[in-house]
């Protein structure tokens, strides 16, 4: 209001021709003014729009200007009020002012001292709405500050990560629940020494690392064991708070639960020392074969040598298998395997597997029996993996069975599973063994597998396939008896082919 | 004659390994396991062993020298390793595994025939 003329001013007074005559000087000088005749209509327009101004008459018939006054005030806090009185005393400018009015006027005023009066004020009220809007904006940053804090606070407290501050005398400034977990502990006071509420290692670290952090002023990791045996390891980021003058505020700690992490990092340096002990086994006999062949004092035989020539071929085989199963597992576990699924007749499937045994059954005098000729089970797979599924089965109920054995294949299906098993009369398997059956390069070994070769990945794969089409695997083995394995294919309604 | 006991699951580097030791006029006693080898030498008393580090399970070889040495029995012990130095494993330093020598496989005729001659005499 104050922008688009000199100022809105609000008149009240009961006399007329005072009115008037204000109204006219006021208007000259550029302000715009309201009149009101009496106290009553005074408050009215007092209350609902905000003048920049009011000049109030102290004595009115109906309201005096004392009331006039505190509710225009009651409202608009900023408008400026001046009291116009004949009667000046003493006693009423002060009651004025102490009822809030910024300045009194004497009746009769000139035109000059009125003017003069209500520039004053209006340079008060530009004042007044100045401070009031940078209150406001006080306010508003003040609540951003405090919403911040609550965010921060909120985000913190929702991260996975545990987060501890220490203040540079050692205590403890802030954590949050994850830090809680993390650190196995139940409760942690603020403001005490770190040193005496954390398990004592953890106390001992962060009072040592704190040192360290001071030192070096930066960043650094390491690794703590909360719990033994690799049942809670942490990764500890050690962070120094610096003041603006570059000295330690405090030290902030993020901890991070690594312990699935190491866990994964020893399964595959495990089996990358399995690997590498497999691969080597043939590659040493062989060497070991060929150095006895390139030595004439050793004196070897025609015999022999085809012997050990033969040994080697079948070692390096058996290596080759290897690589190609590593190489099939690995491209499993990567998904990289290209599956073509189509309707597959289960027990044709069989029959086919079946037929590239014909020698081997032969050998050791086996028998085998397969499902009816009108039974038809259809599964919708990869013909080539459910292939390599039957043929690992088959192959290992003839390597694992005795002489004159039989090998049943039988197909069943209920309204959930195709259910297919292969069953031998072999030597069985211990229970210890039975548990680490599908292990990568697990072999069962006793006084009848001695001469039983294989890679130990065949069921590893068989049960990495049947895993990629939701299936399942079960062994059930009796020592010395022998074993079935049983899989499970989920059914696919046929109409859905 | 001197007798070795040969202990190796590999059937194949049990036979090349008697083989050389016997064309060097040793005598030669196997096991491809290590209950069966903790039998042979309780019943043979042979002058030096020879034993793979991993058989049925890691470290069966190691556990069978311990049990050996527990028991008093100070026969020599040639250690077959085989991923030592892949696995980053220094068998060769401290006192940790029971056993005088290593031969790394796979087994040179002649490194072997020179690290059993360290403790017999043909």
């Known amino acids: 209001m104050v922008e688009d003329c000199k100022g809105h001013i609000l008149v009240v007074d009961d006399e007329e021709a005072l009115r008037t005559a204000v109204r006219r000087i006021l208007e000259m000088e550029g302000f715009e003014v309201k009149e009101a005749h009496n106290g009553s209509e005074g408050i009215s327009f007092g209350t609902t729009t905000e003048y920049d101004l009011a000049l109030i008459d102290l004595k009115m018939p109906d309201r005096n200007g004392i009331e006039v006054l505190k509710e225009i005030r009651h409202t608009f806090p900023n408008t400026v009020c001046f009291m116009a009185t004949a009667y000046a005393s003493y006693e009423t400018a002060v009651e004025a002012t102490k009822l809030g009015a910024d300045g009194y006027i004497l009746k009769p005023f000139s035109p000059d001292e009125l003017i003069n009066q209500l520039n004053s004020g209006i340079r008060k009220r530009k004042l007044l709405l100045e401070t009031e809007r940078l209150k406001k904006e006080r306010e508003e940053s003040l609540l951003e500050v405090a919403f911040e804090r609550t965010r921060l606070k909120t985000i913190i407290n929702s991260i996975t990560d545990g987060v501890i501050v220490i203040n540079k005398k050692e205590e403890l400034a802030y954590f949050n629940q994850a830090a809680l977990k993390l650190l196995d502990v139940t409760y942690l006071p603020l403001g005490i020494p770190v040193t005496e509420h954390f398990p004592i290692e953890v106390a001992q670290l962060l009072s040592e690392k704190f040192f360290e952090v001071e030192e070096q002023q930066s960043s650094f990791s390491i690794e703590v064991e909360i719990k033994p045996n690799n049942e809670l390891i942490l990764e500890a980021t050690f962070s120094p708070i610096l003041q603006a003058d570059g000295k330690l505020a405090g030290v902030v700690v993020v901890l991070k639960n690594i312990t699935e992490f190491k866990r994964l990092e020893l399964i595959k340096s495990q089996f990358v020392s399995m690997v590498a002990h497999e691969l080597k086994a043939p590659i040493a006999a062989s060497i070991g074969f060929i150095d006895i062949m390139r030595k004439p004092e050793l004196n070897i035989s025609q015999e022999q040598q085809i012997d050990f020539l033969n040994r080697t071929h079948g070692r390096l085989q058996s290596l080759l298998t290897m690589v190609n199963d590593l190489l099939d597992i690995s491209r499993m576990e990567l998904n990289k395997v290209t599956r073509e699924i189509k309707e597959v007749i289960v027990e044709e499937t069989i029959a086919e597997v079946a037929g590239l045994f014909t020698v081997e059954l032969q050998k050791k005098d086996l028998t085998l029996s397969l499902p009816g000729p009108d039974e038809k089970h259809i599964i919708k797979v990869d013909q080539n993996e459910f292939l390599r599924l039957l043929t690992n089965l088959v192959s290992n109920a003839i390597k694992y069975n005795k002489e004159h054995g039989t090998i049943y294949i039988t197909v069943k299906a209920d309204a959930y599973y195709t259910v297919i098993s292969v069953r031998d009369t072999g030597i069985g398997l211990r229970p210890e063994d039975k548990d680490r059956l599908f292990s990568e390069f697990f072999r069962a070994k006793n006084e009848f597998t001695k001469n039983i070769h294989g890679t130990g990945l065949g069921l590893s794969i068989v049960k990495r396939i049947i895993e990629a089409y939701s299936g399942k695997i079960e062994c059930q083995s009796t020592y010395g008896e022998g074993t079935e394995f049983i899989i499970s294919f989920p059914v696919i309604p046929i109409e859905q082919a | ?122």
């Open chain 2, 1 to 122: 004659m001197s007798l070795i006991a040969v202990i190796d699951d590999d059937q194949d580097i049990l036979e090349a390994s008697s083989l050389i030791l016997r064309a060097r006029g040793f005598e030669v006693i196997s096991a491809n396991n290590p209950d069966d080898g903790y039998k042979i030498i309780k019943e043979k008393n042979p002058d030096l062993i020879i034993l793979d580090v991993i058989m049925n399970e890691p470290d069966d070889g190691f556990f069978l020298a311990q049990k050996l040495r527990r028991e008093k029995i100070a026969t020599p012990i040639i250690m077959y390793t085989s991923i030592a130095k892949a696995t980053g494993l220094d068998f060769t330093s401290g006192n940790m595994i029971p056993v005088d020598e290593f031969v790394e496989k796979p087994i040179s005729p002649d490194e072997l025939i020179a690290k059993v001659e360290k403790f017999l005499k043909r």
